[in-house]
């Protein structure tokens, strides 16, 4: 069929079909709608939880910056994610005579994936620097609870960022952005390879913060139980981590089944198909590629392990709402402090 035809037409042609199954498979159609419901869904619950959040962030202000932090790089998630399948669905809907209309070039895919690649680079280094903020906070108990600049804090946030970006441009290096697609993909024969190499350090990374978290609740616990004759500061200073380390261990729990099985089948993928067929690969990542379910869980594992935000839900909602109610004839502004304050202790000395 193609003998008259040279090589780079023929490939043309290769993409041009793909392009056209790309967009008439019904799975793909309604995996792309599913994923645009999870994408608002992430944005809502997340946004729902910053309004009602409260005092849950009751720590060290060097913590409070981090898990806030980890908070904005879910909900930019799950934004870039919506990007992306909102300008899939957009693409994908007209019918074209010419199948060869739907493919993209890599300098467009760029702008519409590079983007959730930063926000998942970001998402791996964000749970690496809170471990290491409460290693801080583990080893400097006795002092840590007087630091009150949150230098720590943003030199951490700093370091998400730097190495977002350098896991990003890790990705770009080599990168051909004038070559059609057919498929929204910064990825290509050339970096394959590259980006195998750095997936699986991502998996190092993400596996060593639910190994650290979970090693410092240990030391943590046996920490308190061998404290005697400490100070009170020393005794809540310790309280505080158990109590930080507690409401995180099931965060990183949730990030890790979300975000390890597109870490460890991404390069056992491109093992397998160094060239990534644009057909395969993309029932590939709608399979593995469970990272987005992640913002819409985030909101509902934290309201799950703290009651106080159920609470504070419950109270949103009109629901029980007797506390709510006496404190409000007061005017001074400052009760509603007080109650909240009263309750992270009872939590934090039951």
């Known amino acids: 069929m193609y003998t008259n035809i040279s090589n780079d037409n023929r490939s043309y042609l290769v993409l041009c079909g793909t392009a056209e199954y790309l ?3 019904d799975w793909l ?57 909102l300008f899939d669905l957009a693409r994908f809907s007209p019918v074209h005579k010419d ?78 952005l004038s070559q059609l697609k057919p498929m929204t993909s910064i990825s290509s024969e050339k970096t394959s390879s590259r980006i195998s190499n750095y997936t699986t350090s991502m998996a190092v990374v993400e596996a060593f913060a639910l190994g650290a978290f979970c090693g410092l609740l240990y030391f943590n616990k046996r920490k308190k139980a061998q404290l005697c004759e400490s100070t009170l500061t ?30 460890v089948f991404f390069p056992v993928y491109m093992k397998i198909d160094p060239n990534l067929d644009p057909r395969s690969y993309a029932i590939f990542v709608e399979i593995f590629n469970c990272a987005p379910f992640y913002p819409m869980l985030f909101p509902v594992v934290l309201v799950w392990r703290h009651k106080m935000l ?11 709402n007797k506390t709510s109610t006496s404190v409000s004839l007061r005017t001074d502004g400052r009760n509603e402090e007080q109650v909240q304050h009263f309750a992270v202790l009872k939590e934090l000395w039951q």
């Not at 729902?48 to 720590?59: D, E, P, S, T, V």
């Not at 290693?135 to 960022?161: M, S």
């Not at 159920?310 to 029980?320: E, S, V, Y």
């Open 310 to 320: 159920r609470d504070n839900l419950r109270r949103a909602m009109g629901i029980n």
């Open 234 to 263: 020393e005794k809540y200073q310790i309280d505080e981590n158990i109590r930080a380390i507690s409401l995180m261990v099931p965060l990183v729990v949730t990030h890790f089944c979300c975000f390890m099985p597109g870490l």
């Open 23 to 25: 967009a008439g498979n």
């Open 99 to 176: 199948p060869c209309q739907y493919l993209v070039t890599t300098f467009l895919s760029l702008f519409i994936r590079g983007p959730a690649s930063l926000t998942y680079h970001g998402q791996y280094w964000s749970l690496a620097t809170f471990t290491v903020e409460r290693c801080v906070a583990t080893v400097y108990y006795r002092t840590y609870e007087h630091w009150n600049r949150t230098i720590l804090a943003k030199i951490l946030f700093l370091l998400q960022v730097i190495f977002a970006v350098i896991g990003l441009i890790t990705v770009l290096i080599g990168l051909d």
């Open 29 to 85: 159609w309604v995996a792309r709608f599913l994923r645009i419901v999870v994408a608002i869904t992430g944005v809502t619950l997340c946004t729902i939880l910053l309004r009602i959040q409260g005092k849950y962030l009751a720590f060290h202000p060097n913590a409070r910056i981090l898990l806030f932090c980890h908070h904005i790089w879910a909900i930019l998630q799950s934004l870039s994610q919506l990007i992306i399948h």
